[in-house]
């Protein structure tokens, strides 16, 4: 019975099965390494392959070339090719050209990464947050900030293109590797910034990229370094922002203008490559010559205004309006307006021009003055009414000045003023015009006759008048010279003797005879001295009649001279 079961039909399978293999031996120990095929032939789809096993091999076409092209694969070519499965279902060994290219290139690449060396690839895909490489065979991921060392807008010109890639990170056992092409222009740009400083020297002309633009001006690559492009030596014209003149990426030549070797600061130069617009300015721009140029900027002191470009003058504040005083100049010209100007002054040396705005147009106080002689009569409105006096409109620009005293010839200018009112419309006399302080003097009095003007072309200095009292003051009396003229005896000059000059003795519309020993025309005043006559009459006496040296008593002489007056009245 036991021999019986032995031999029965399964046992003997499993013997078959053990004999078979020992026979031929299993390969099953070939799965997953890379060995060398030679092409046999081609079907459709796959390239038969003998690998020196038992069995031959199949590789898909595919695998020899990119999609959508004709392999480049024929009968007799040699590859080297990874085994998937010794045997599949229909007895041929599963190879793949793709992983065997994947599996030489993670050796050397792993190999490169020990000895951080640069590996060469190609852009071929975009991903999230970044894009693929082939590094010959495996795939590897580049970051987008690793890309370039600025940000790239366009990573369609590296696409495709053969490049030097520097290794972050690999895990083979994942299958993960990153790149970065960043590193590999850092180290480039690093070289580059060394060559370029040790010859660096100030002068020097270079070619550059706009890195960078601030308020102040735009850092410009230099390859390898940056520099600094100030904003005002990026033209000779006016320029407010550097955006207006650069943009970033855009290519320029500089002159390298300072250069510091501790600090490896540069400052650069774009004007400086071109002529200078100042050379000769002053022959160009002569004083007095007038020129029509274009604002360019409004500041509270004035407006710059461009004569050409590069070349820039000033028009202060003063210098802007014959008329219109403490005026913003904004309120007078505006930004990019065309204007016409005369030059007033020019320095080369500050690279300064001073202009005149109001130069260009006639000075309204001498178009007055030629127009309106002293003497002639002028109409306006009371634009403005002061403590001092009347402004009178003479233009729309143009004010004359009717001054308190010129207001009347008899009442005071206190009194008159009342009479008037802003908005009024009155006739005047031109009195003065001085069109170097800009002031017209008018009068409205001198409109008519003086009427003490007789009066006043027959007194002198020295002649007695006789006054009437018209009021008693304290410290004298006023007095008037034939109901026109006003005088004022001072308290000390009403009598000779000391006890008699007392105010209060007199009285208003009493008549007194006294001595004029001021007179202004101008205001009509005299100033008067009783005891000046009365000193002068005393000695005219002693001259005529003695002397107290002859026994003649001063009362003697003067009752004699008083009675010879009388006689002769």
Known sequence: MASATQNTPEHGKEDFAALLDETLGSDSAFDGTVVRGRVIRLTDDHAIVDVGLKSEGRVALREFGPVGTTPDVKPGDVFELFIERYEDRDGSIVLSREKARREEAWTALESAFAHNQRVNGTIYGRVK???????????????GSQVDIRPVRDVGPLMGQPQPFQILKMDRARGNIVVSRRAVLEETRAEQRSELI???????ILDGVVKNITDY???????GVDGLLHVTDIAWKRINHPSEALQIGQPVRVQVIRFNSDTQRISLGMKQLEADPWENVAVKYPVNARFTGRVTNITDYGAFVELEPGVEGLVHVSEMSWTKKNVHPGKIVATSQEVEVM???????????????KQVQRNPWEQFAEEHKVGSVIE??????????LFIGLSADIDGMVHMSDLSWDESGEEVMKRYEKGQVVQAKVLDVDAEKERISLGIKQLQEDPAADVLDRINKGDVVTCVVTAVQSNGIEVKVDDVLTGFIRRGELARDKSEQRPERFAVGEKVDAKVVGLDRSSR????????????????????????DSGASLGDILGAAIRRRSSED
């Open 343 to 357: 030059v007033l002054d020019v320095d080369s040396a500050k690279r300064r021009i001073s202009l005149g705005l």
């Open 129 to 143: 947050g970044g894009f693929t490489v082939d590094l010959g065979g495996a795939m590897a991921f580049l970051p």
């Open 525 to 548: 005043k005299l100033s008067l001295t009783i005891r000046g006559r009365e000193v002068e009459e005393d000695k005219q006496a002693i001259s005529e009649y003695g002397s107290s």
């Open 380 to 389: 306006g409105e009371i634009r403005n009414i002061t403590e001092f006096g």
């Open 198 to 204: 040790q010859g660096l020297k100030e002068g020097m």
């Open 217 to 223: 001006g735009a850092f410009v690559d230099l390859g």
